[in-house]
C-alpha cells in the first residue's frame, strides 16, 4: 500500500538526495520516481510538489519512522540554509539552485564496504559492484527480486575474497575481506557504535585502521554514517571550488596533498562550523558538470544526470 507524507521540494530534493553520490542503491525509474534499498526493505518513492508518497516490501508499522531517519528529516534544513547562506554568498548562490539538499542517515557497515567499492570508480561502477555484493552474500527482500545488504560475518574469508574476484572486484576484494574480518576483530558493532560518540578526528583514525580507507573514504564514512557532519570528504572537485572561491593560494598545488587535504577541511568547518560536510555538499553539487543547468525550483536539467560524473572517494 502505498503512503504518503507532506514535504516540498525545498525540505528535500530527492533526485539531487538519492543520485548525487552519497549511495549507490537507487534508480529513478520513472520522472520523480526512485527505487532503492535500505533498512532490509525495497523502497518506492515519488515525490511531488507538496508531498512524497513511498512504499517499503515488505511492510512494517514503522516504515515512516524508518524513512525520515533515513532522509534526516527531523533535521531543519531551512533553518541551515539560512545559517549558511549568512556565512557565505558563495554558498547563497549555489543555494537558489539546488535546495532541498539532506545528507543520509545510512547503515555504517553499508556505508564503508560501498565507499571501499568507491575508489577509482564511477556511479554506475560502484552500483553495479554493490548489487553484486548483495546478491551473493545478502538475503533475498521477500516477493522482490532485490537483495538485503549483506551482513558482516558473510563477507569474511578466503572463498568471498575469490568469489569477488571472479566477480570483478579487482584489488577491492581484499580489501572488502579484509575489512570484514578488521571490523569484527575490533569489536563489530560496538566498535562502529562507539565511533558516533567519539569526537570526529578520533573516530576518523579509526576508520583509517580499516584495509582500502583512506582520508577521503574515512571522511565519506564519518559524515554519511557516523553523525559526525563536520567531515570534508576533499577530492579534486572539492579542491577546485576551494581554490576558486576560497583559497586562492591552492592553486599553485597540483595535487592534494595532506597538507592541502587538512587545509580545506578545515577552512570549511571554520566558515560552516559543527554541519561543514553537509553545507559543502551543496557547494560540490554545484560544481559538477552534469548537473550543470539543473534548478530544483523545476526540477529540471539540460540533459540526464551522467552515471559516469564523478570519480567517488
Not at 66 to 93: A, C, G, H, V
Given at each position: 500500500m502505498m503512503r504518503k507524507f507532506?514535504?516540498?521540494?525545498?525540505?528535500?530534493?530527492?533526485?539531487?538526495?538519492?543520485?548525487?553520490?552519497?549511495?549507490?542503491?537507487?534508480?529513478e525509474?520513472?520522472?520523480?520516481?526512485?527505487?532503492?534499498?535500505?533498512?532490509?526493505g525495497f523502497w518506492t518513492l515519488i515525490q511531488n510538489d507538496d508531498h512524497i508518497v513511498y512504499k517499503r516490501v515488505p511492510s512494517t508499522d514503522s516504515d515512516e519512522e524508518?524513512?525520515?531517519?533515513?532522509?534526516?528529516?527531523?533535521?531543519?534544513?531551512?533553518?541551515?540554509?539560512?545559517?549558511?547562506?549568512?556565512?557565505?554568498?558563495?554558498?547563497?548562490?549555489?543555494?537558489?539552485?539546488?535546495?532541498g539538499i539532506r545528507m543520509l542517515r545510512q547503515e555504517p557497515v553499508e556505508n564503508i564496504l560501498s565507499f571501499i567499492c568507491s575508489s577509482n570508480n564511477n556511479i554506475t561502477r560502484i552500483s553495479s559492484m554493490v548489487e553484486n555484493m548483495c546478491s551473493l552474500y545478502g538475503e533475498n527482500i521477500s516477493g522482490t527480486p532485490?537483495?538485503?545488504?549483506?551482513?558482516?560475518?558473510?563477507?569474511?574469508?578466503?572463498?568471498?575474497?575469490?568469489?569477488?574476484?571472479?566477480?570483478?572486484?579487482?584489488?577491492?576484494?581484499?580489501?572488502?575481506?579484509q575489512?570484514?574480518?578488521?571490523?569484527?576483530?575490533?569489536?563489530?558493532?560496538?566498535?562502529?557504535?562507539?565511533?558516533?560518540?567519539?569526537?570526529?578526528?578520533?573516530?576518523?583514525?579509526?576508520?583509517?585502521?580499516?584495509?582500502?580507507?583512506?582520508?577521503?573514504?574515512?571522511?565519506?564514512?564519518?559524515?554519511?554514517?557516523?553523525e559526525h557532519l563536520e567531515a570534508v570528504p576533499v577530492d579534486t572537485h572539492v579542491f577546485q571550488i576551494a581554490c576558486q572561491n576560497y583559497l586562492p593560494h591552492l592553486k599553485k598545488?597540483?595535487?592534494?596533498?595532506?597538507?592541502?587535504?587538512?587545509?580545506?577541511?578545515?577552512?570549511?568547518?571554520?566558515?560552516?562550523?559543527?554541519?561543514?560536510?553537509?553545507?559543502?555538499?551543496?557547494?560540490?553539487?554545484?560544481?559538477?558538470k552534469n548537473f550543470k543547468g539543473y534548478d530544483s525550483n523545476n526540477d529540471q536539467m539540460d540533459s540526464k544526470i551522467s552515471s559516469k560524473r564523478r570519480k567517488k572517494c
Open positions: 507532506i514535504c516540498t521540494r525545498d525540505q528535500i530534493n530527492l533526485k539531487c538526495v538519492l543520485l548525487g553520490g552519497q549511495c549507490f542503491r537507487w534508480k525509474i520513472a520522472p520523480n520516481e526512485y527505487a532503492g534499498v535500505f533498512a532490509g524508518s524513512l525520515f531517519n533515513y532522509l534526516r528529516m527531523d533535521e531543519n534544513l531551512i533553518e541551515y540554509y539560512e545559517k549558511w547562506s549568512s556565512s557565505d554568498p558563495t554558498f547563497q548562490k549555489s543555494a537558489k539552485k539546488f535546495k532485490y537483495f538485503a545488504f549483506p551482513n558482516i560475518e558473510s563477507l569474511m574469508g578466503a572463498k568471498v575474497e575469490e568469489e569477488l574476484k571472479k566477480a570483478k572486484f579487482g584489488y577491492r576484494a581484499k580489501f572488502i575481506r575489512t570484514a574480518e578488521k571490523i569484527v576483530q575490533l569489536g563489530g558493532n560496538k566498535w562502529i557504535d562507539k565511533l558516533k560518540i567519539m569526537d570526529y578526528i578520533s573516530a576518523k583514525k579509526e576508520l583509517m585502521l580499516l584495509p582500502g580507507v583512506g582520508p577521503k573514504v574515512a571522511d565519506c564514512i564519518c559524515l554519511m554514517s557516523l598545488y597540483k595535487t592534494v596533498t595532506d597538507r592541502v587535504y587538512n587545509e580545506i577541511g578545515d577552512y570549511f568547518r571554520s566558515l560552516f562550523k559543527v554541519n561543514a560536510g553537509w553545507a559543502h555538499t551543496v557547494l560540490f553539487l554545484d560544481d559538477l
